[in-house]
């Protein structure tokens, strides 16, 4: 059976409304690299060096990455060769299931959220401004309120103008508190204080809004490094999540940051906003080979949830949605 038939097997088995976000959101991707793909298949006879050098530029063109690239092409020759391709249609195939193999293969870690049994489980988001933080905050909010989960917010990001309003804009909507203080103050104060009201209240998860941006000399990474230790003085073994909130549409700017972040905080995952929004979704796959970070969630469109749980499967069925679903 090809790879696509069985992705197809296994996508139509599970969730149809979230197969379809991914394959609604990855659209801009899906036509630049899928479309360039399909062009690169039409007008070759046979799989040659010729052939790889075009596949490399539109690899990097999606933002695979040079690294990813590299390593996908060399293993694209070697599995090319061992099964003897000569049609060109044949590698789309081939590219898809590698594609699936580098994500899953870049590291052990689990997609899913370190959620705590006992006691308020403490997510710290954290990432430049303008990247959706709060929103993204909105969003997990939400969802975990219908779970049944008893939610709290935190309003950490003390600096910006309207950030605390506007953590408490999401806080109202989905129908959670916020625990805040007056602009400007301490963010780890800010944490203490909601890390005492999780507990009193018997919260499940705490998920904690972080500044993006100083407005003093103070060092921003210098910042989230007290609060963490504030968080893990209160709660031992918290945060149980560090997760990065990067803008999809910034492609290689977005692996940098990430870059940044994980070498001053304990990045735990990553939450890919706008990927809907780009055509250069290849940057998912940049940041779990190259930082061996998984990302653990991704923003697929406006709606309270179109932030979906990341899975490589149903990513590659997003990029090759059109191939899937023509396999018999």
């Known amino acids: 059976m090809s790879f696509f038939k069985k992705l197809k097997e296994k996508i139509t088995k599970q969730t149809e409304t979230v197969s379809e976000k991914f394959k609604d959101g990855l659209t801009k991707t899906r036509d630049n690299f899928s479309g360039k793909v399909n062009d690169l298949v039409a ?45 060109p249609r044949e590698v789309q195939a081939v590219i898809s299931e590698k594609l699936v193999d580098i994500y899953e293969g870049a590291g052990e870690e689990k997609s899913s959220l370190n959620i705590q049994s006992e006691g308020p489980t403490v997510i710290l988001f954290v990432g430049v401004n303008g990247v959706g933080k709060t929103t993204t905050i909105g ?12 939610v709290l917010l935190a309003a950490g990001d003390t600096f910006r103008a309207g950030a605390i309003d ?50 003093n000399k103070v060092n921003l990474m210098k910042e989230l490094e007290k609060v963490k230790r504030v968080i893990e003085r209160e709660i031992p073994g918290a945060p149980h999540e560090v ?11 977005a692996l940098i940051q990430a870059k940044t972040f994980k070498e001053a905080t304990n990045v735990s995952g990553i939450v890919l906003t706008k990927l809907d929004g780009t055509a250069k979704g290849g940057i998912v796959l940049a940041i779990r080979n190259e930082l ?37």
């Open 292 to 328: 061996n970070i998984p990302v653990k969630f991704v923003g697929l469109g406006e709606k309270l949830d179109d932030l979906q749980e990341f899975d490589a499967e149903k990513y590659v069925y997003g990029l090759f949605a059109d191939l899937v679903e023509k396999a018999e």
């Open 166 to 215: 506007q953590l408490e804009v999401w806080g109202d909507r989905v129908g959670v508190g916020v625990i805040k203080q007056a602009e400007g103050s301490d963010p780890a104060a800010v944490m203490y204080d909601a890390i005492r009201a999780a507990k009193s209240r018997n919260v499940d998860v705490l998920l904690c809004d972080t500044a993006g941006r100083l407005q």
């Open 243 to 253: 997760l990065l909130v990067l803008d999809a549409t910034t492609g290689q700017n």
């Open 139 to 150: 969003k997990l909010a939400h969802k975990f309120k219908e779970e049944g989960k008893n």
């Open 43 to 87: 007008r070759y006879r046979k799989v040659d060096e010729d052939f790889f050098e075009e596949l490399e530029e539109i690899l990097i063109g999606a933002d695979v990455g040079f690294e990813t690239v590299m390593e996908l092409i060399d293993e694209l020759k070697m599995e090319v060769k061992r099964r003897n391709i000569q049609d």
